[in-house]
């Protein structure tokens, strides 16, 4: 399966979430490790999921970016 990540960069790195699977985050100092540990997030979350019987959101989110004209 293929989940749909939102990367954000702060002040000291780097955020990820994955909206169709709310509280599944990750945070690291590059993006690449924020990458690294929000796949190993989605999967242990899927994983505790199947554990406790409840079923797993199959990926429905996309994401587009979107240019718009910031001149005033």
Do not use: N, Q
């Not at 690449?32 to 409840?54: M, S």
């Amino acid at each position: 399966m293929k989940y749909m990540v939102v990367i954000e960069k702060g002040e000291a790195g780097y955020g990820a979430h994955v909206p169709d699977l709310p509280g599944c985050i990750a945070a690291g100092e590059t993006r690449d490790e924020a990458l690294e540990l929000i796949k190993e997030a989605i999967e242990f979350h899927i994983e505790g999921l199947l554990e406790v019987g409840e079923p797993v959101p199959p990926p429905s989110s996309t994401g587009e970016l979107i240019e718009v004209d910031t001149a005033a």
